[in-house]
């Protein structure tokens, strides 16, 4: 099973390491920063052993890494994985962005339902059940949101079962969520959010996330 240096230090771009499996293009690795799709949040692009990455899948607590045709790389060779940090570091702001904004409309939304979240490079998301016009609280949770923003309040990323793999981040006194994704150290790193709603059918609502 990987050991997943993303969680150690989701702030590395740049790790040695060794292959400990190589079947075709597929490959695993003893140690990674590569995130791989989970939770919503968008896989990481960048290369290993020189090689670009062209998927990044999960399977169990193992991750799958499909690179390139034409590699030579062999089980047990030393390779060097690196990471597109201006992308992981986007990918973390509108993870966090959208944190905050779903805890924020539990607390200010009695009622409403998560059914589904995406984070991506340009914006993140999140689709609700909800039976009004969402856009009607927007000035309410950008308030707070920005609020704890502005505090700069750090950011604790931990497990909660190691040997089950389950993370969760805490904010002191705001709150502490179930999550394996990779995150900020601080509040203040998310900057300035803008919200945008998208109705995307009956009773259902989608909260759009940019951020500067």
């Not at 995130?35 to 607590?61: C, L, M, P, T, W």
């Not at 002191?172 to 995150?183: E, K, Q």
């Amino acid at each position: 099973m990987v050991e997943k240096w993303f969680w150690k230090d989701p702030y590395a771009t740049k790790l040695n390491t060794c292959l400990t499996s190589v079947n075709g293009n597929d490959i695993t690795l003893a140690q990674t920063i590569f995130y791989a799709f989970s939770g919503g949040q968008e896989s990481d692009n960048g290369k290993i052993g020189g090689y670009s990455v062209s998927r990044a899948q999960k399977d169990g607590h193992e991750i799958i890494y499909t690179l390139e045709d034409g590699h030579s790389l062999k089980t047990g060779d030393e390779v060097t994985v690196e990471i597109d940090w201006q992308r992981r570091y986007r990918l973390m702001r509108l993870h966090f962005a959208a944190e905050i904004i779903l805890e924020l409309a539990y607390r200010q939304l009695p009622g409403i339902e998560k059914i589904g979240a995406h984070i991506a490079e340009d914006k993140s998301r999140i689709d609700f059940i909800w039976g009004e016009n969402i856009s009607a609280a927007f000035a309410r949770l950008e308030k707070e949101a920005h609020r704890l923003i502005e505090e700069n309040d750090s950011i604790t990323s931990e497990y909660s079962s190691q040997e089950e793999g389950r993370r969760y981040w805490e904010i002191d006194g705001f709150a502490r969520v179930a999550c394996g994704g990779t995150h900020l150290r601080t509040t203040g790193e998310v900057g300035n959010i803008r919200l945008k709603r998208n109705n995307i059918g009956k009773g259902k609502e989608r909260i759009e996330i940019y951020i500067n």
